[in-house]
């Protein structure tokens, strides 16, 4: 079983994604000294206020670490053939290392030729079904960038995994069926079990967790009877409920009996932007 960290713990993600993303930044150097400059590229398809802010920061820390930054737009009216000839640019553009299309697109746009049309060797994200695919084979390739800032906070808080038993609450292909891949992988060692919002008796599967991560976008889903004493909570839920970011889990309530929790925001929303980082170094290194 694992140990869990002190009672009541904030795991802030601020503080351990700068310290993934100082490495990050130290790489970059190393490619630097030798005469190799590091490019990301995003693309933003419409206004939405929240793309628009998770954008701005990206660029923000990228160019922080040292990274080439490009923020390229294509209006919320763009056709399909559009937002896919922008992404074969993008895989023809040789100061562009790893790239995104940032999510979610407009309505009468289809995410998934377009996200397949990236190239694997340029896939920021780690969401192209080629390396998702040899994430699950065990290859080496761009993991998803979200699950890799929560093994990262994991980590930073000297949370072990090997084994815990990890209840993952949320089944996304972003998120969640990642994560419970990565950890269950040897070297990681946990023992996963996937729920989800139609899960029967979610609180006795919760219940059961050493870390639980929740992943499901349904605001203040879990409380505090859905939680082990001691248990490590990472919360992964970003809604927005007037105006304000809420996560899936009840901070205030969860907090009273968890050995740790990740707020929202400021927990693994840092992890994902450093996870990013980290893969656009990776893949700039070959």
Do not use: C
Request: no cysteine; charged share 20%; hydrophobic share 45%.
């Amino acid at each position: 079983m694992a140990t869990p960290t002190p009672s009541g713990r904030v795991l802030s993600g601020v503080e351990a994604g700068a310290v993934l993303r100082a490495e990050a930044a130290g790489r970059v150097g190393a490619l630097a000294a030798l005469g190799k400059r590091v490019g990301l590229a995003t693309l933003l398809v419409g206004d939405d206020p929240a793309s628009e802010a998770y954008v701005r920061i990206k660029h923000r820390k990228a160019l922080e670490a040292g990274i080439r930054s490009y923020d390229h737009r294509l209006p919320a009216t763009a056709a399909q053939h559009e937002v896919e000839a922008f992404v074969e640019e993008l895989n023809r553009d040789p100061e562009v290392d790893a790239f995104l299309v940032q999510l979610p697109l407009p309505a009468h746009l289809d995410p998934a030729p377009v996200l397949e049309r990236i190239l694997p060797g340029k896939d920021a994200d780690g969401l192209h079904p080629h390396n998702l695919g040899r994430l699950v084979l065990g290859l080496p390739a761009p993991r998803p960038a979200t699950p890799t800032g929560i093994l990262r906070l994991l980590d930073h808080y000297d949370v072990p995994t090997r084994g815990a038993r990890v209840v993952v609450v949320g089944r996304s292909s972003l998120v969640g069926r990642p994560l419970s891949i990565m950890l269950s992988a040897r070297g990681r060692d946990a023992t996963v079990s996937v729920a989800h919002t139609l899960t029967p008796n979610l609180a006795e599967v919760t219940r059961d967790a050493d870390i639980l991560v929740v992943a499901a976008g349904f605001p203040g889903l879990i409380r505090a009877e859905h939680v082990k004493p001691g248990a490590v909570v990472i919360d992964v839920g970003t809604t927005r409920v007037d105006s304000a970011l809420v996560g899936d889990v009840v901070f205030e309530d969860v907090i009273a009996v968890a050995g740790g929790v990740s707020p929202v925001p400021g927990g693994v929303g840092p992890m994902t932007i450093a996870g990013l980082l980290w893969n656009t170094v990776l893949l700039a290194e070959g």
